[in-house]
């Protein structure tokens, strides 16, 4: 069964560093997402993208995050100066645009020192 | 974003017994509805998307009341592997197409 797959899964970096954190969305798949989820509390929305352009995003997706589609099957958020409170796990989801269902990768769990 | 509300449990229910949950959205022009399961540090798995007639999965059933603004899922004959935190997700509709997510309810299965 096709899936998303995430890396690294985890990732350790101080803060004011960027990070690129990478997906492969399931193959046939048009609409791509983001999301966090801080320990202890729920699964929040970032970002969605469609069309090699962002279609919706967040309040929390400010001008420190962007995400970009480089080629065919990449998707890639990037966080440019990390803060303590980035520290994350982040999920990146993929929908094929006709049943509106949404597939989670594995996440990648973001430490910020 | 408007919320999804959940309550957060812990639900401790005996292996065979019959778990129901309930959550509730604050967006009445929401448009798509699921249950998502997730165990301890991953990722969330989709159990059942929600239709407005209702809609059965093996022992699982969920249930849409848009006059209410809440769905449920059903658990019957639960096993200690449904031990999982529970998760409703909403689409705002509007245009808006990620997920707004409840907090989750927690269901542990007791032997």
């Known amino acids: 069964e096709p899936e998303v797959t995430q890396t690294p899964s985890h990732q350790v970096t101080q803060m004011g560093q960027e990070v690129i954190l990478r997906c492969v969305p399931i193959s046939n798949h048009l609409y791509f997402y983001w999301y966090r989820q801080i320990l202890g509390q729920k699964v929040e929305f970032l970002v969605s993208?469609?069309?090699?352009?962002?279609?919706?995003k967040s309040e929390i997706f400010d001008d420190q995050f962007s995400v970009e589609r480089p080629d065919g099957s990449n998707f890639t958020l990037k966080i440019r100066s990390t803060k303590l409170e980035d520290s994350a796990m982040y999920f990146c989801?993929?929908?094929?645009?006709?049943?509106?269902?949404?597939?989670f990768g594995p996440g990648t769990r973001l430490t910020v020192l | 974003r408007k919320e999804v509300e959940q309550d957060p449990g812990p639900f401790n229910v005996p292996e065979g017994a019959t778990v129901a949950f309930n959550c509730t959205y604050s967006n009445s022009a929401s448009q798509s509805f699921f249950w998502y399961r997730q165990d301890c540090r991953k990722e969330p798995k989709l159990l059942m998307s929600?239709?407005?007639s209702g809609n059965e999965d093996g022992r699982f059933t969920a249930q849409l009341n848009r006059a209410s603004q809440y769905i449920s899922l059903l658990i019957r004959d639960s096993k200690l592997s449904d031990s999982a935190t529970y998760l409703c997700a909403v689409i705002p509709g509007g245009g808006a197409d990620g997920l707004t997510f409840g907090k989750g309810t927690h269901l542990i299965i007791q032997p």
């Open positions: 929600v239709y407005s």
């Open positions: 989801a993929s929908e094929d645009g006709v049943k509106d269902t949404q597939y």
């Open positions: 993208f469609y069309n090699n352009e962002i279609s919706e």
